[in-house]
């Protein structure tokens, strides 16, 4: 009978609680009391019962039973999709910003070794339940993405706070190792619809190795602020939340790296831009003319387009600028000596103006862009990457490498990671629509939001072909 040991100690005489066919899938969860839980499954299916059930007891900090406590009996199956087993417990729980929280108890169910097999979960009143199945008709996570049978979830927090499950599935549709099948490990980032209470958890299985994205079907839309597009080195487009994918130059070969990405004004559509001033359009973003293919006297950094997609502006590193379609050239540094060199721009909400950044946090306006300080001048920790403009044109921000943020003008500050310990630089970041919040971008595809920007995912801990080189806003 399958038993679970700790130090040589045979756990399941003291846990099973009676002849329910043994103990199997152990998991140790410490609830923000500090104080350790032991879940796991009584494998009534073994032995051919009809039920089987989840069960935790308290642990000492020796991590075995506490004495004289009884086993708490968390969930048993009765769902049809269950097909009469529930396994491999995981509990998480999900703090309030207001205080309090909620236990998620995430499990499998039905058989491994079929392509039903599927990941639940469950609410608790704490680690000793009751639970209440939130699956009352379709489960988590199924078959789906070049995955089936998921399983086995595992919860984990990254630095960054985002809570990322860790699970096992049969690659592709071979399923059985008799079948030559395996079951390699996949991440999914989870997330939470907080529009309906208990929160309602969502599974999003990011593409790997061009499979296809797989998503629970309890995933609602993405509330507002939370949608945001990365974009890497090589052209490659990450989309998070309902940000629409319209293409990607990930597959082609570059003569030279994209430096960034400017979405249109509908969100249906975006144009990446090279270091050579090459552009890429995508979904309903036009193409007005580019630079590639002409000698430059500076690489081309950043670009920002006009609210009608009727044009846009190109700005190089010496600050030189380049117009096309109707994007208007209302003046340039380039011929200029800088301190430093121009590292970004970003236009006016009429089109008629916009500003430049340079990595000392010089800041140059033209046409009806007003100038509302900077930070040329001033001793900085890290170098200037990035700006952003206020909804209004009233004021801007700047991100440093540190993620440092500085803000002038109108644009509130809300927050920066600036003096904490980053895996990767900051490369960029991007204003919600409202100027109410803002996102920061890694080099790594880590999102930090601030104000009243969401998070709905990142590349943070994914291994990348090339870095992340800027974020823009699909909300």
């Not at 935790?56 to 049809?80: C, E, K, M, R």
């Not at 430096?259 to 995508?282: H, N, Q, R």
């Not at 880590?446 to 823009?472: E, M, Q, R």
């Amino acid at each position: 009978v399958p038993v679970v040991c700790q130090n040589g100690v045979d756990l399941g005489a003291t846990v099973d609680n009676g002849n329910y066919g043994g103990s199997i899938d152990p998991d140790v969860f410490t609830d923000p009391s500090g104080q350790s839980w032991l879940l796991w499954k009584s494998d009534g299916n073994h032995i051919g019962l009809g039920q089987t059930s989840i069960w935790s007891v308290p642990l000492t900090s020796f991590l075995v039973p506490v004495g004289g406590a009884n086993p708490s009996p968390l969930l048993s199956d009765d769902q049809s999709w269950q097909r009469g087993i529930i396994e491999g417990p995981n509990m998480y729980f999900r703090p309030a910003s207001g205080g309090g929280g909620t236990y998620f108890l995430f499990y499998s169910g039905g058989s491994f070794g079929t392509s039903t097999y599927a990941i639940g979960w469950a609410t608790c009143s704490g680690p000793s339940g009751p639970c209440s199945d939130g699956t009352t008709s379709n489960p988590l996570l199924t078959s789906s993405g070049g995955m089936s049978g998921p399983g086995g979830p595992d919860v984990y927090t990254l630095p960054s706070g985002q809570p990322v499950t860790a699970f096992a599935a049969w690659y592709g549709t071979t399923i059985g190792y008799m079948s030559s099948g395996f079951r390699p490990m996949y991440l999914a980032d989870l997330t939470f619809d907080t529009s309906i209470s208990p929160p309602t958890p969502c599974l999003t299985l990011d593409p790997a190795g061009g499979s296809t994205p797989a998503a629970s079907p309890t995933c609602s839309p993405a509330p507002p602020n939370s949608s945001y597009w990365l974009v890497a080195s090589d052209g490659g487009i990450f989309t998070f939340g309902n940000a629409g994918f319209f293409g990607s130059a990930g597959s082609l070969p570059l003569i030279s790296p994209v430096v960034g990405m400017t979405p249109t004004a509908s969100k249906d559509g975006y144009w990446l831009v090279a270091s050579d001033g090459g552009i890429f359009t995508y979904g309903d973003a036009a193409f007005h003319g580019s630079m590639g293919g002409k000698p430059l006297n500076a690489p081309v950094v950043g670009m920002a387009a006009m609210p009608d997609g009727g044009g846009y502006w190109l700005v190089a590193s010496d600050g030189g600028i380049f117009s096309f379609g109707d994007a208007a050239f209302h003046g340039s540094m380039g011929g200029t000596p800088l301190n430093k060199p121009i590292v970004g721009m970003a236009a006016t909400n009429d089109g008629l103006g916009y500003w430049l950044v340079a990595s000392d946090g010089g800041i140059f306006s033209f046409g009806d862009a007003a100038f509302h300080g900077s930070m040329g001048g001033i001793p900085l920790n890290r170098p200037i990457v990035g700006m952003a403009a206020g909804s209004n044109a009233l004021g801007y921000w700047m991100v440093a490498s540190d993620g440092g943020i500085f803000d002038f003008g109108d644009a509130g500050f809300y927050g920066s990671v600036g003096g904490t310990p980053l895996n990767r630089p900051a490369v960029g970041m991007a204003a919600t629509p409202d100027g109410h919040g803002y996102w920061i971008a890694a080099s790594d595809g880590g999102i930090f939001t601030y104000g009243d920007a969401n998070f709905y995912g990142s590349t943070g801990g994914t291994v990348l072909n090339k870095p992340v080189v800027g974020t823009a806003s699909a909300s």
